[in-house]
């Protein structure tokens, strides 16, 4: 190759490349960056549904407690109470509150389906349906008198609490049994869950 054509094969070269560099140069000027800064963080929400507060017992008539309730956070349980006439009752008030940070409601509230009643001695049978025919178990707010049932809020914060009263009554009737009889499956389950 001649002196010319090195020349010429030079000047294209250079040609070439200024124009990459112009197109990259423009390329550049036309671009633009965008940017999203922040941060963010998860504050835990607390779940804390409990009892509280159980109060001495009401007793009406002849009723005893034979072994006072336990109660523990999540449990009101290990009672004993005797009735031995019509109208003879035990009645229990106590708390439960909603000290966590959201709002709870009754999931599941699961009663008994009825007491079991078991007789001892000759007429076990009949002593034993006298019995839970005539025998109330019921568990009520204190503030309007409504059943505790599904569905029902419990409101968040330090102060939200429904008080509850947990009644156990021997009712009027004109029979009573011949002998003792004991009685069981009066549990109630009350599942809260979020509202």
């Not at 004993?80 to 009645?91: A, H, Q």
């Amino acid at each position: 190759m001649n002196k010319k054509g090195r020349i010429i094969t030079t000047i294209c070269i250079v040609a070439i490349l200024l124009s990459v560099l112009g197109t990259t140069i423009a390329f550049s000027a036309l671009a633009t960056t965008l940017n999203i800064l922040g941060t963010a963080s998860i504050d835990p929400a607390s779940w804390n549904i409990h009892f509280t507060t159980l109060t001495s017992p009401i007793i009406t008539g002849n009723a005893e407690v034979i072994t006072a309730p336990v109660l523990n956070n999540t449990a009101i349980g290990s009672f004993n109470i005797k009735l031995t006439k019509p109208g003879d009752s035990v009645t229990y008030t106590f708390y439960v509150e909603n000290t966590g940070s959201m709002d709870a409601k009754i999931g599941t509230f699961i009663a008994p389906l009825g007491p079991l009643c078991t007789g001892t001695g000759e007429n076990a049978t009949a002593d034993a349906i006298i019995v839970c025919e005539n025998l109330t178990y019921s568990i009520v707010y204190i503030d309007d008198g409504n059943i505790v049932q599904s569905g029902d809020i419990l409101q968040k914060g330090q102060v939200n609490r429904k008080q509850i009263k947990l009644k156990i009554m021997y009712n009027s009737g004109d029979q009573l049994p011949n002998n003792k009889v004991e009685i069981s499956g009066l549990n109630f389950s009350i599942i809260y869950v979020e509202n």
